[in-house]
């Protein structure tokens, strides 16, 4: 079989430039575009020498059309605003679209999911293999524990993250949802300040740590009476994501148009 021909959007940036380095070393996938923002000092560059992995032959553009043209994937870890333009697109191309962009509106996971009607997307919170096992253990914790089990999600990221609680924190507050039956959008508690009161039966909380170069860490807390659980990741580099995505990618290749998560691409169901 041929390679993919792959799409990193955002590729200037500190997961775009992971992105074009795991590619470049995936036999199985081919680097054909490079987008980043209109008006960068970088466009005209290439990917590959930004990256550090040597000179690819892929100039920087910031020409959308211009880079699905000829594509069979986008990887896509840039912000709301320019995943929803390139959703549209690539539902209209018919090319795999992967999402590891956070930060979306309700209403902007309806638009996803309107566009996965056309193409496979696989849209997911993080990842990595790691953190989705991770997920799939909180849902199972969740079940077997019960509500007598007070669940709180601390994570951590580096300084210059903009969306709070995380991608990943929100996938494992989704999961600890499903263990029990109930709604997150009903029971999470974002945060707390001044007289609160008593902690809300069934709550899921979240507390929200920024600083320095963590590339992110997640602990699910389980707390009932004389004894806590709790379960924990850690990433210490980019690629991690990076694998991901790019498995993540050629698992759709062939697929029937939906909208997938990275429990899908893995197995985990």
């Known amino acids: 079989m041929t390679p993919m021909r792959l799409v990193v959007a955002g590729a200037a940036g500190r997961m775009g430039r ?4 795991v590619v470049a070393e995936t036999q199985a996938a081919r680097l054909v575009a490079a987008l980043t923002r209109e008006g960068s000092p970088l466009l005209g560059q290439d990917a590959g020498a930004l990256a550090g992995c040597g000179a690819l032959g892929v100039l920087l553009t910031s020409d959308p059309l211009r880079a699905i043209v000829d594509a069979d994937a986008i990887l896509d870890f840039t912000t709301p605003a320019l995943t929803l333009s390139l959703a549209t697109l690539a539902a209209q191309a018919r090319v795999v679209h992967v999402i590891g962009t956070t930060g979306f509106a309700p209403g902007d996971l309806a638009r996803l999911s309107a566009a996965a009607r056309h193409a496979v997307v696989v849209r997911s919170g993080n990842m990595s293999l790691g953190v989705n096992l991770l997920a799939a253990l909180v849902e199972q914790a969740a079940r077997a524990l019960g509500p007598e089990f007070d669940v709180e999600i601390v994570e951590m990221h580096h ?4 969306d709070a609680p995380s991608g990943t924190a929100l996938l ?5 949802a499903k263990g029990r039956g109930i709604d997150l959008a009903g ?8 007289h609160t009161g008593v902690r ?11 600083g320095g170069t963590v590339v992110g860490e997640h602990s699910v807390i389980f707390a009932g009476t004389g004894e806590r659980l709790v379960l924990s990741h850690a990433a210490e580099d980019r690629a991690i994501f990076a694998r991901g995505a790019v498995k993540a990618a050629l698992w759709g290749r062939g697929r029937k148009a939906g909208l997938y998560t990275m429990r899908d691409v893995l197995g985990l169901g």
């Open 18 to 21: 992971a992105l074009v380095r």
């Open 159 to 162: 300084r210059l993250k903009v």
């Open 172 to 176: 494992l507050g989704e999961a600890a």
């Open 187 to 194: 029971h999470a508690v974002r945060m707390r300040d001044g």
């Open 200 to 210: 809300p039966e069934g709550a899921i909380g979240f507390a929200t740590l920024r």
